[in-house]
Structures are given as structure tokens and as C-alpha cells.
């Protein structure tokens, strides 16, 4: 059954305080009402990458000893398919998770003043911030198991934001990502797909793509067949990537 964005997202912004449902796993945090934070970094041309990374992890380090902070990852581009022209180099993008939005609020308030938010903050410009649950209502996710450190997996990022598409039609953007996701899924070298939705910014969707390799993503897209058939769907001809499209490798 297809899911509609739009009563998704309003029963996230009003909250569900009783449809939580806890995954069965050691600490007992992950289930369907954690949210994932993902900012999109670009490092300001007077700061040194050394500092960037210095200051990063002295922040991530606050935030990590938070109760109700999960888990947080880092990748860095190294494809951008939107050809912004932004230097990849200078582009981190982070993904942290915690146990509820509400949860998310009181961290950012005690750790946002610190010594170290402050020294961090300075060193970059945002290209994007936005937080995130799964579209699907019932999915929980780990962000630990997302693309291991050591594992070669890659990542791609494609963020929309619905409201820039002309005359947008819900029914004909869910029908054309399924039938493109269909077919992405039977490719090999394809690992997982997540499609979220910021709760942060209502217009903002959010494509994630485990792939096994760079190698896989190369094979994928220059396979005709493949070609031929995510064309078919129409989805990246009329839906494509306008905020950002990026293919990642991990940090941490």
C-alpha cells in the first residue's frame, strides 16, 4: 500500500505519544519515535579542514555524552549528481539520532551554549538542516548499521524539497519514486533504501542509498538496462534532486 506524505507528516508534527514501539535491542532506545538529525556542513574558506575536524569532534563528544543521543555518523561527498559545484572536500554531512524529538530539543539546549558548540559553529556555513523520520511510520531504523565503518559501503544522500516542483502532484510523485525504487532494488550491488521526511521543514523529503561499493554505483548507472528502466518510471526526469545529491563516503 502506498503512503501518503502529507498525513504522515502532519501526525509527526502533532506527535503520537502512545504509538511508540520499541526494537528489541540492547538499550532499549530504538524504536519509532527517534528522529535523526541531519546537517549538511560546509567548511568556511578561512578554516582549516584540521580545525573543522578538531572542533567537530569535540562537539560530537558533548552531544555523545547526552542520555537520549543514539548514535552519530559523518560521511563526506565524493560525487555530487546535481553538479552544484560545491568543493566536496569542504562538505560533511552528519546523521545523529536520538531517542525523541522532545529529547533532541532539551540536548540542543544544554549543549548549544557550551564552549564547544561555539568554537565548532564558527568554523562552517550550513547547506542543509533538517530532522528526520522515516516515511514509513513502522520502520525503525539503526544508524549503526548504515553503511559500516571498514565496510566499503558508500552512501548517497538526495534531498527534495517538494514545494520548488511546479504544479507538484502527490499522487504522481509517490507513484513515480515507487515504481523507480522497484527497480533500483533489483540491482545488484544495492544494499538498503530509507525515504524520509524532515519534520523540521514539511516540504523536505529525503532519498538514502546504501550501495555496496563506488564500484556498484558505477556498474549501476552504466548498465543500459538499468538506464532504460529507471527512465521509464519518470522520476528523476520530473522529480529531481534540487537541494542536494551526493554520494558519500564514511567517516565515522
Not at 108 to 115: L, Q
Request: with cysteine.
Amino acid at each position: 500500500m502506498r503512503l501518503s506524505i502529507f498525513p504522515i507528516l502532519l501526525a509527526l508534527i502533532l506527535g503520537c505519544t502512545s504509538c511508540e514501539k520499541n526494537h528489541d535491542d540492547s538499550n532499549g532506545l530504538l524504536s519509532t519515535e527517534n528522529v535523526f538529525v541531519m546537517p549538511v556542513r560546509k567548511v568556511k574558506s578561512n578554516v582549516s579542514i584540521q580545525q573543522f575536524t578538531a572542533t567537530r569532534d569535540a562537539y560530537v563528544a558533548t552531544l555523545e555524552a547526552q542520555d537520549g543521543t543514539l548514535t552519530d555518523r559523518e560521511i563526506q561527498p565524493f560525487f555530487d549528481f546535481t553538479f552544484s559545484g560545491l568543493p566536496l572536500d569542504s562538505i560533511y554531512i552528519g546523521f545523529t539520532s536520538f531517542q525523541n524529538n522532545e529529547i533532541f530539543g532539551e540536548i540542543g539546549n544544554v549543549t548549544g551554549s557550551t564552549s564547544e558548540a561555539n568554537a565548532f559553529f564558527g568554523t562552517f556555513d550550513f547547506l542543509a538542516f533538517e530532522v528526520l523520520q522515516p516515511l514509513d511510520p513502522n520502520l525503525v531504523v539503526d544508524l549503526s548499521e548504515l553503511a559500516p565503518l571498514g565496510s566499503n559501503q558508500v552512501w548517497e544522500v538526495a534531498i527534495r524539497d517538494i514545494s520548488q516542483y511546479n504544479n507538484f502532484n502527490p499522487s504522481d510523485y509517490e507513484d513515480k519514486r515507487d515504481a523507480y525504487l522497484a527497480v533500483l532494488a533489483q540491482q545488484n550491488g544495492f544494499l538498503r533504501e530509507i525515504q524520509w521526511q524532515s519534520i523540521s521543514n514539511p516540504d523536505v523529503v529525503v532519498g538514502m542509498t546504501i550501495y555496496e561499493s563506488a564500484q556498484a554505483v558505477q556498474d549501476i548507472n552504466s548498465d543500459q538496462d538499468f538506464i532504460d528502466a529507471y527512465t521509464a518510471t519518470g522520476f528523476l526526469q520530473d522529480y529531481p534532486p534540487n537541494r542536494l545529491g551526493m554520494i558519500s563516503q564514511v567517516l565515522k
